[in-house]
């Protein structure tokens, strides 16, 4: 590899990102970005590297290496949370974590001294802020949303919690998790050394990531800290305290994170503000429901809201009890609304209450799932089964399968369609006469 340039290490670098179903939009920004982050030998490695879980005995393959140079390499990958390991079946693997959530989070989840935290926040910043195009592709690419809001359960009342399913209640997510981490959050700390701290003052130390993610941040460069179950709570009871909205991983089963996030330094609820009504994330299966009678009209909920679905009206004569003329009312933009239950939980009357949606959101069951949905709204099915270094194995090209198997006769259709494949339409065709 002597032979390459030092842009074209991180120029294979970026179309590597960019194999993968999320990737990253070119731009100078973006090669400065993956400049700091990693040095022109790691660009090197890592473009070679699969997108999806690999062992050492591959990763030595791969580079011509021993897999003892190859596991030092490895190692050191994994120090600067480049790369992600986790044992399976007695098995050490390793996986190149996405853009986001991943690598460019993970920089900003400790202080560090090796890279300079502020140029790479100022980076950041332009690259999602003012540039967009990576936030847009993130966001709204897709149908299916990399992330999905969590109603704040302390806003619920007794009845409503007999509805609220499993993977809907982040203390479930933190009862079921192997091991949990604890980091500072990304959002505020690039924003802190962006020029524009957060202007809620929230608490930096709330960022959750869960199971094999946690435990190899924190193994490896201490970008997250190992806390109990207990301790997690305690973080979510301080993020509800102060208005921040719990997003994770848009899956039913085992999600890797849970992030807890202000309207003014987040990236995906600034998406959501910028580019309403359209939502970059998937909503909670409630909904706000304003009492127009119980309502004072103080506006305490628009003001608290961090997407502003919430203004403030004048009531109709219809609306107003009896001597209040001019009476304002609240009212909540459905269309946006991410059902997070924050207004409801600052209304100093009780006036809003959270109501079940009439139409329930579609949640995917686990990663396998929503990475398989997303390629196929994408176009990019085709990448994640022909890229032969991320699906070397019968089991990998498998669980795909499986998957795709699952899915409605659509997208089933949209896959054979993508995949251009006989294999595939023969499954498809099996499985449709299974079924009648």
């Given at each position: ?22 990737g ?5 920004t ?11 030998k ?25 897999e003892?140079?190859?596991e ?18 007695g ?12 690598f ?40 299916t ?10 806003v ?9 399913l499993?993977?809907?209640r ?22 802190y ?21 946690a ?5 490896h460069?201490?970008?997250?800290r190992?806390?109990?179950?207990e ?22 089963e085992h999600p ?6 202000c309207?003014?330094c987040?990236?995906?609820l600034?998406?959501?503000r ?20 119980t309502c004072?009209?103080?506006g ?32 909540i933009d459905m ?6 239950g ?6 100093p009357?009780?006036a809003?209450e ?7 959101v579609?949640?995917?069951?686990n990663?396998?799932?929503?990475f398989?949905?997303?390629a196929?709204e ?49 499954l498809?065709s099996?499985q449709?006469?299974?079924?009648e």
């Amino acid at each position: 590899m002597g032979h390459l340039t030092t842009r074209d290490a991180y120029k294979n670098l970026e179309e590597r990102i960019n194999w993968f179903t999320q990737g990253a939009p070119p731009s100078e920004t973006l090669y400065k970005i993956l400049q700091v982050l990693y040095t022109e030998k790691e660009a090197k490695w890592v473009s070679l590297l699969p997108v999806r879980p690999f062992t050492l005995k591959r990763a030595a393959k791969i580079w011509r290496t021993t897999e003892a140079k190859a596991e030092k390499l490895l190692d050191h990958l994994c120090e600067k949370a480049l790369l992600v390991d986790s044992c399976y079946h007695g098995e050490r693997q390793f996986v190149m974590p996405p853009p986001m959530a991943g690598f460019i989070e993970f920089a900003l989840m400790r202080t560090r001294g090796d890279i300079d935290q502020k140029y790479l926040s100022q980076l950041y910043f332009q690259y999602m802020n003012v540039e967009e195009d990576f936030v847009k592709d993130l966001f709204f690419a897709t149908e299916t949303k990399l992330g999905r809001v969590f109603v704040q359960e302390p806003v619920l009342t007794s009845d409503k919690m007999t509805h609220i399913l499993d993977y809907e209640r982040a203390t479930h997510i933190v009862e079921e998790a192997s091991y949990i981490g604890l980091g500072t959050c990304y959002c505020r700390h690039k924003a802190y050394h962006a020029g524009h701290p957060c202007k809620m003052d929230a608490p930096w130390d709330v960022c959750l990531t869960f199971d094999n993610v946690a435990r190899s941040l924190a193994e490896h460069g201490a970008y997250t800290r190992l806390i109990s179950k207990e301790e997690a709570l305690e973080a979510l009871e301080r993020s509800y305290a102060c208005n921040l909205v719990q997003i994770g991983e848009n899956v039913r089963e085992h999600p890797a994170f849970i992030c807890n996030c202000c309207g003014c330094c987040c990236e995906a609820l600034q998406a959501a503000r910028r580019f309403s009504p359209m939502q970059p994330m998937a909503t909670t299966n409630y909904i706000p429901e304003v009492s127009k009678e119980t309502c004072i009209g103080c506006g305490k909920c628009a003001k608290i809201c961090p997407i502003l679905a919430v203004t403030m009206e004048e009531g109709s004569r219809q609306e107003r009890p009896e001597g209040t003329v001019g009476k304002r009312i609240a009212k909540i933009d459905m269309e946006i609304c991410l059902g997070c239950g924050i207004c409801a939980r600052n209304c100093p009357a009780k006036a809003i209450e959270l109501k079940r949606r009439p139409i329930q959101v579609i949640t995917p069951v686990n990663s396998t799932h929503r990475f398989v949905l997303q390629a196929i709204e994408k176009g990019t099915l085709q990448n994640l089964i022909f890229d032969n270094q991320a699906f070397a194995s019968h089991r990998a090209m498998a669980a795909v399968f499986g998957t795709i198997l699952k899915l409605p006769p659509v997208k089933q259709a949209l896959a054979s369609k993508q995949f251009q494949s006989v294999y595939l339409d023969k499954l498809l065709s099996m499985q449709k006469k299974q079924t009648e």
